[in-house]
């Protein structure tokens, strides 16, 4: 498995309404064509206009085609035309997990 770890961050004041603008219309589409949705947060220390999105893939590839996928459907794109007048910045990460992390949804470790 692989993370795409998508960091946004957006202009002054811009942060209720692209979390709005996701709920209603950017969420449905990633969902349903992205598939593994792991959340979307904010920040509340540091740099208070940055949202954090992750998405899990099988796999560098998995991701490729499934985003792909994702640039041509029509909810989509009109979901891009209201959300980037509120970007200013994004930085895109694919993480890759260490043999030590515990499975998705177990619980914590303690050592």
């Given at each position: ?29 990633q ?9 979307l ?5 540091g ?19 499934r985003?792909?996928?994702?640039y ?40």
């Open positions: 498995m692989v993370i795409d770890h998508r960091c946004y961050t957006l202009h002054i004041g811009a942060v209720a309404t692209f979390m709005e603008l996701f709920e209603k219309e950017g969420l449905e589409p969902v349903r064509i992205l598939g593994n949705f792991m959340g947060f904010k920040t509340e220390i740099n208070i206009n940055q949202i954090i999105m992750m998405f899990g893939y099988e796999d560098a590839g998995d991701r490729q085609r985003r792909e996928q994702l041509l459907d029509p909810a989509f794109q009109s979901y891009l035309i209201k959300v980037r007048p509120l970007l200013k910045e994004q930085e895109v990460r694919l993480l890759t997990p260490s043999k030590c992390n515990p499975p998705f949804g177990a619980p914590i470790l303690k050592v």
